[in-house]
Nanobody, 115 residues
Framework: QVQLVESGGGLVQAGGSLRLSCAAS????????MGWYRQAPGKQRELVAI???????HSGSSVKGQFTISRDNTKNTVYLQMNSLRPEDTAVYYC?????????WGQGTQVTVSS
């Protein structure tokens, strides 16, 4: 079993920054992908960014150059540094870990960007 606990969401003004964290616990394999997805009201869940256990990352086109994903394998933690936030970044952000063919999801953390 795998548990994911997210933190760092909240309310921020446009142009501001937030840093999300997600700590994984339980049966964590050494090889996995960790990432962030988001879902805005009335929209489908979309990829924000993912990072492999080897450190290779991929970002969604809507956040390239704006958000940076990183991870600390010693802590089984993934981070999302979000800069220059815009109202359209408002969404629930979900942490994800994919290992051995199985997806695990966190509960989600709300990010609200006011104009």
């Amino acid at each position: 079993q795998v548990q994911l606990v997210e933190s760092g969401g909240g309310l921020v003004q446009a142009g501001g920054s937030l840093r999300l964290s997600c700590a994984a616990s339980g049966s964590i394999f050494s090889i996995n992908n960790m990432g962030w997805y988001r879902q805005a009201p009335g929209k489908q869940r979309e990829l924000v960014a993912i990072i492999t256990s080897g450190g290779r990352s991929h970002s969604g086109s809507s956040v390239k150059g704006q958000f940076t994903i990183s991870r600390d394998n010693t802590k089984n933690t993934v981070y999302l540094q979000m800069n220059s936030l815009r109202p359209e970044d408002t969404a629930v952000y979900y942490c994800n870990i994919f290992q051995a063919g199985v997806d695990y999801w966190g509960q989600g953390t709300q990010v609200t960007v006011s104009s």
